[in-house]
């Protein structure tokens, strides 16, 4: 082997002998010509149990131990056991918290130089490890192997509080930290806390308005990827979660754990102002911001404001004049699924509002106008409109919010019209 390929260097330091591949230094030469077959990419021992290759029989050796069960090497930090002493030294450094090897690009610290070797193939975009699965590409071949895993179905790590499944050991180490309740990562926008780093990272993207990932269907926008993903299912049509429940069908999982609160009847989630109750956390959050009086969403046909963007999204269906929600039992149309389920209503014949004292309510016209309204919406489904009799005349006042309301000297009172109406109501 020529000498081309290594360098001394000075006697004085410890390590004689450096690869001018890697850089490496080694104390004896000798050591330095076995490292030397890394970079010849020759392999000629191999696991015949996995398949995998080695550069040397010590390596196969170390690895077999993997596939014996063994692990006589233990961390009295955590617990966690080892097949190679080695290994269990490197782990040693996570806690010793010294993280001496910088990545130059996003400053992050890690512990081993081979951890900020493979993270630096994440700032270089080079993905050269692709899954004939999916056609997921990686940086490097170990997050390939983790990823296939997700498509072999297998799940051998267990959670023993929740019976949850993972494929991984890390996924279960993280998904055990929800149950310990602890969450050390705050955000300082909103106070929110998680349990790990990483979705405090992806929370932040929320406050930072930054939405790099567009639905081509639709044209909504994301910050992360992986919830676009979930969003295309929508468009898709395919729902593959069913209630056991009811038989109603769900694209993703989680919409599906969210729904089957309701069917428990169990609702932890109590507002303060009104005393309602919510199933879920999110439901509250977005009833609070009608007390809150903000509604930063405003309608650009009539001006009226909401304040979620999704109530303004329905709204604007009103003004596009799609009724996509017909009635069964009459053939009429609604914009909104929730009209359609109230108008249902009508038909079921099914009434639990009760009228009381009518000689009463002209104390309170918007009290009575807003019952009055509610029967006539009732009647307009029941009789015909096209005649232009006195009742006609009394309906529209009612309808058009014209001084017929309130009346004049020459006309009957309020209370008189309304009680005169209603008591021919079915």
């Not at 392999?43 to 069960?69: R, V």
């Not at 630096?120 to 192997?145: A, M, P, Q, W, Y």
């Not at 209630?243 to 969210?258: M, V, W």
Request: charged letters at 30%; glycine letters at 8%; proline letters at 0%.
């Amino acid at each position: 082997m020529t000498e081309h390929w290594y360098s001394e260097v000075s006697s004085a330091e410890v390590k004689q002998f450096r690869c001018l591949e890697s850089g490496k230094a080694f104390a004896f030469k000798n050591s330095l010509i076995q490292h030397a077959v890394v970079h010849s990419r020759v392999k000629n021992f191999k696991c015949d149990e996995c398949g995998k290759q080695f550069a040397w029989k010590k390596s196969l050796t170390k690895h077999l131990l993997i596939h014996s069960g063994v692990k006589n090497f233990k961390c009295d930090e955590c617990g966690k056991q080892f097949t190679v002493k080695s290994t269990l030294t490197r782990h040693l450094l996570i806690h010793s918290g010294m993280k001496n090897f910088k990545c130059d690009e996003c400053g992050k610290r890690f512990t081993r130089k081979g951890n900020l070797t493979r993270h630096l193939l994440i700032h270089s975009e080079v993905k050269n490890f692709k899954c004939d699965e999916c056609g997921k590409k990686f940086t490097d071949k170990f997050n390939l192997t983790q990823h296939l895993l997700i498509h072999s179905g297998v799940k051998n790590f267990k959670c023993d509080e929740c019976g949850k499944r993972f494929t991984q050991k890390g996924d279960l180490t993280k998904h055990l930290l929800i149950h310990s309740g602890v969450k050390n990562f705050k955000c300082d926008e909103c106070g929110k806390q998680f349990t790990l780093k990483g979705v405090l990272t992806r929370h932040l993207l929320i406050h930072a308005g930054v939405k790099n990932f567009k639905c081509d269907e639709c044209g909504k926008q994301f910050a992360r990827k992986g919830v676009l993903n979930q969003h295309l299912l929508i468009h898709s049509g395919v729902k593959n979660f069913k209630c056991d429940e009811c038989g109603r069908r769900f694209a993703q999982k989680g919409d599906l754990t969210k729904h089957l609160l309701i069917h428990s009847g169990v609702k932890n989630f109590k507002c303060d102002e009104c005393g309602k109750q919510f199933t879920d956390k999110s439901n509250h959050t977005k009833h609070l911001l009608i007390h809150s009086g903000v509604k930063n969403f405003k309608c650009g046909e009539c001006g009226k404001r909401f304040a979620r963007k999704c109530v303004l999204t329905q709204h604007l269906l009103i003004h596009s004049g799609v009724k996509n929600f017909k009635c069964d039992e009459c053939g009429r149309r609604f914009a909104q699924k929730g009209d359609l389920t109230k108008h249902l209503l009508i038909h079921s014949g099914v009434k639990n509002f009760k009228c009381g004292n009518i000689s009463n309510i002209h104390k309170d016209t918007e009290v009575l106008s807003a019952e009055y309204m509610a029967k006539v919406e009732v009647l307009r489904n029941k009789a015909s409109w096209n005649s232009t009799s006195e009742d006609d005349t009394d309906v529209a006042r009612v309808r058009g919010n014209t001084s017929g309301i309130h009346g004049n000297a020459d006309s009957p009172s309020y209370s008189q019209r309304a009680e005169r109406f209603v008591t021919r109501l079915p």
